[in-house]
């Protein structure tokens, strides 16, 4: 049974850093693209990152840096300063093809990030 378990959400003030994680198990986890996503309220589930099983990193926030890591099964989400429009739910997502990961892929519950002063 895949399980997909965020980590690390909560209130944050603007500026501050902030480290997101995602523990997985249920599956061969190096054979899995694994992507973060965020749902701000009132909008739809956007890609944040991606970390390929190929190893390949795309980050398609400034702000935001995601890692792997094979043998503990989890992935990360490094924020550095972050804004007021970081504020959202962020969900782990896990997918053979992280192209096809809404679709096909598995979620997590999602952590609550909130970035208020």
């Known amino acids: 049974q895949v399980q997909l378990v965020e980590s690390g959400g909560g209130l944050v003030q603007p500026g501050e850093s902030l480290r997101l994680s995602c523990a997985a198990s249920?599956?061969?986890?190096?054979?899995?693209?694994m992507s973060w996503y965020r749902e701000a309220p009132g909008k739809e589930r956007d890609l944040v990152a991606v970390?390929?099983?190929?190893g390949e990193i795309t980050n398609y926030e400034d702000s935001v840096t995601i890692s792997r890591d094979n043998d503990k099964r989890t992935i990360s989400l490094q924020f550095t300063n972050v804004k007021p429009e970081d504020t959202g739910m962020y969900f782990c997502?896990?997918?053979?093809?992280?192209?096809?990961?809404?679709?096909?892929?598995?979620w997590g519950q999602g952590t609550q990030v909130t970035v208020s002063p």
């Open positions: 997502n896990a997918a053979r093809s992280w192209n096809l990961g809404p679709l096909t892929g598995h």
């Open positions: 249920g599956f061969v986890f190096r054979e899995y693209d």
């Open positions: 970390a390929q099983k190929s």
